[in-house]
């Protein structure tokens, strides 16, 4: 059983794998079990060029990000389990809990984080469908899709981050909606305690 499992390996799955990561050592966090599927051949990153993007060296592919930002996580913070190569197909409620259905296997988790990109349709089947609707912030030409949600909250415990949660499509965007969401989750598990999760060059916060 996993607290929290991931869904989609793009920025703002990665970027809240990094969050939830890095507050690995709070007290709080000791037994906690997160996963993160991290299935890219959808990801919007697989032809996109980056310039514009806060920290990030310009010129820099967005396929090479893809390798670098799960290299990243692996060498930072291997308690984090990566499941490459599988795509999710549905996820159901099961009692207090999600059943999450990849090609491969099933996996069960309290919380899951949806973040498979605002591309239509959403394939995955089960109790996210009612939730889908036209992309609020997209050219309805584009025919994007979003889940409706409240500040990245699907429904207890299922949330949604980056395009998928009706954010415009930029990079730093969506990062920080993935970011966004890492510590809503930090703080759901510090009872209800505002948390964050910082580094610095004098003490960790
Ligand atoms: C051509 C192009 C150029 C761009 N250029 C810029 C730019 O210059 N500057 C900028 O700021 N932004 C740019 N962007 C936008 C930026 O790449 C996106 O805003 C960002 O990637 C969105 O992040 P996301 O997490 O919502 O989706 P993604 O990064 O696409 O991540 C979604 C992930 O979910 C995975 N997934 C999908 N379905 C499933 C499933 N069923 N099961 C498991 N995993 C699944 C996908 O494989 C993917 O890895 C560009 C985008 C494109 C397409």
Same mark, same amino acid.
């Given at each position: #059983?996993?607290?929290?499992? =991931? =869904?989609?390996?793009?920025? @703002?799955?990665? @970027?809240?794998?990094?969050?939830?990561?890095?507050?690995?050592?709070?007290?709080? #966090?000791? *037994? $906690?079990? =997160? +996963?993160? =599927?991290?299935? !890219? $051949?959808?990801?919007?990153?697989?032809?996109?060029?980056?310039?514009?993007?806060? +920290?990030?060296?310009? +010129?820099?592919?967005? @396929? *090479?990000?893809?390798l670098q930002t799960t290299k990243d996580l692996q060498e930072l913070y291997p308690k984090i389990e990566q499941i490459a190569h599988e795509k999710v197909?549905?996820?159901v409620t099961e009692a207090d809990y999600f059943l999450v259905t990849t090609t491969h296997t099933i996996y069960e988790s309290k919380i899951v984080v949806v973040a498979v990109n605002s591309s239509n349709p959403f394939t995955i089947e089960g109790c996210l469908q009612p939730y889908v609707i036209p992309h609020r912030k997209s050219l309805a030409k584009k025919n994007r899709i979003q889940l409706a949600n409240n500040d990245h909250l699907v429904f207890k415990n299922a949330y949604v981050a980056g395009t998928l949660a +009706?954010?415009? @499509? !930029?990079?730093?965007?969506?990062?920080?909606?993935?970011?966004?969401?890492?510590t809503d989750i930090l703080t759901l598990w510090n009872n209800g305690i505002e948390t964050h999760a910082h580094d610095s060059i004098r003490k960790k916060e």
């Open positions: #059983m996993f607290d929290c499992l =991931i =869904i989609g390996g793009g920025v @703002s799955g990665v @970027s809240c794998a990094l969050v939830l990561g890095s507050a690995l050592e709070k007290p709080f #966090m000791l *037994d $906690k079990k =997160i +996963g993160i =599927i991290t299935h !890219q $051949k959808g990801s919007m990153l697989q032809d996109a060029l980056f310039n514009n993007a806060y +920290g990030i060296t310009p +010129g820099t592919l967005g @396929s *090479d990000l893809l197909v549905s996820i +009706g954010h415009r @499509s !930029q990079l730093a965007i969506a990062a920080g909606s993935g970011a966004a969401v890492a």
